[in-house]
C-alpha cells in the first residue's frame, strides 16, 4: 500500500519548465507532496484514488513556483512613506539613516514580521534580506515558516566588530529553520566599505564557504563618482578585492557599464543581479538594470523590491510586470522582454540569484515544495488569449490564494495561518514615536558617492 502524501493538489493548470527551461503550462494538472517536497506533477485523474493528509481542490487557478524576492530590507516596512519624494542623497541622509539609529531589536522583529506577512499573501516563497539586528529576522522566519537568504549587514565605520559579526551571523545561521534559512556576508556598498574590509571579506567568504550579498553600481552617479574619485567603477572595485572570485549577489546595478560586462562574463564565482525597478523610477535614477546585456553575458538577473522604505510595496508581482515593461521602453524592443522571458526571472533566475537553484525555481519531482496558487477567475484576468501574459501583466498579487513553502500551507484562501498582523500592527505602531524621532541628529552612515 501507498503511504498517504503529506498534500495533494488537484485540477490546476501547472506551470513548468522543460529540459530547455522553456515555460510550458500542464492542464488539469496534480502535484503530490511529500516530506517537504515535490514528489510528482502528474494528471488529477492519476491521484484520484491516492491517499492524502490534505487535499486542495485548484480548478481555476495556477499553480507555479513561488516569488522570490531577490533583495530586500524586510525590516524597514516600519518606515514605509516616511521618505517621499526625495533624491538619493537627502533619502539617506536626512531621513532614512537618522531612523535606523533608533533601530532596536524589537523593532526590527516587528517589521520582520509584517513583510513576512505581506510576503507570504503576495506568493513571495523566499526572500534574500540585508539589514542588521539579523538574529530578529531568523527568529521570525523560523517561526512563520518562509524561506530566507539572510545576511547581516555592516559598513567600514563600525571597526572590525562589524564584520566580524557578519560571519558569526552567517556561521550560526546557516542552514537554521529546518534548512529553509541560508546565509551570506553581507557588506553595505563599495562606498560605504574599504577595500581593505571587501578583500578581507572575499577571503571569509572563500575559507567559508559563503555567498556575499551587497550593493554595487546602485545607480549611474555612484559609477561616476567612483570612476572620478578611484578611476575605476563598483564593478571594477569588487574585482580588484577579489569579490568577484565568490559567489556573489548584486543589488540593483542600474550603474553598471559597458566596460563592466567582460569582468561579470568571467567571474569565478556564481554572480548574480537583482532587479528592483519600482524604486528606480521612484528615485527618478535614469538608467535601469542592463538585463538584456547582463543575460548575453551569463548572468543571472533575480526580481526584487528593495525596502519598503524606497518602494513602498514588497510586491514582487509588479516586480515582474515592471521588468517587462521597462526593459520594453528601455531597449525600444517590444519583443524583449516576453511575458514567458519575464516569468524565466521570476522563477529559475531568481532561485538561481540567491543560489539555490537546485532546490527551488521549478515545480519538478525532487524540488522543494515551495508554490503558490493563483486564481484566475476574476474579470481582470479573462479572457486567456495567452496565459503567460495574462501571469505577468493581468494578474495581481492578491490573485494569489494559497501559498505553501516546503510543504506547508502559510496562507490558504487568502487567510494567513502563521502570523497575527493585526497584533503585530498594533504593537509596532505604538513605536513609530520613539523610531522616527531624527532631533537627536545623529545617522549610522554618510551618504556621499
Known sequence: MTAPADLVITGCTALVHDDQERIGFREDAAIVVRDGVVESVTDSAAVRDLPAAERLDARGQVAM????????????????????????????NDVVWPVESNLTERDVELG????????????????????????????????????????EAYFSSQGAEGRERSVEFALRHRGSANGRITTALAPHAPYTVTDADLTATAELAREHGLPVHLHAAENRDQTDTSLARH????????????????????????????RDLPLLERTAGRTAVATAPRGY????????????ALRAAGVPVGLATDGAASNNSLDVWESMALTSLIQKSTEGDPRWLTSRQALHHATVQSARAVGLGDRIGTLAAGRRADLVLV?????????????????????????????????????????????????????????????????HGRRIQEYDT
Open 281 to 292: 523610477l521612484k528615485f527618478a535614477w535614469p538608467t535601469t538594470t542592463p538585463v538584456r
Open 112 to 151: 520582520a514580521r509584517l513583510a513576512c506577512a505581506e510576503m507570504i499573501r503576495g506568493g513571495v516563497t523566499c526572500f534574500a534580506d540585508h539589514y542588521f539586528a539579523m538574529d530578529a529576522v531568523a527568529a521570525v522566519v523560523a517561526e512563520c515558516g518562509i524561506r530566507a537568504h539572510l545576511g
Open 231 to 258: 578611476g575605476v567603477t563598483p564593478i571594477e572595485v569588487l574585482d580588484r578585492t577579489g569579490l568577484l572570485d565568490t559567489d556573489l549577489l548584486l543589488a540593483h546595478g542600474t550603474g553598471i557599464v559597458e
Open 65 to 92: 513556483p513561488g516569488l522570490i524576492n531577490c533583495h530586500t530590507h524586510a525590516p524597514m516596512v516600519a518606515l514605509r512613506g516616511l521618505a517621499e519624494d526625495l533624491p538619493t542623497e537627502e533619502w539617506f
Open 375 to 439: 486564481d484566475l477567475t476574476g474579470p481582470h484576468t479573462r479572457p486567456v488569449h495567452d496565459l503567460a501574459a495574462t501571469l505577468v501583466h493581468s494578474a495581481r498579487s492578491c490573485d494569489v490564494r494559497t501559498t505553501i513553502v516546503d510543504g506547508r500551507v502559510l496562507m490558504r484562501d487568502r487567510e494567513l495561518l502563521t502570523i497575527d498582523v493585526p497584533e503585530v500592527v498594533r504593537e509596532l505602531e505604538g513605536r513609530l514615536p520613539a523610531l522616527v524621532d531624527r532631533s
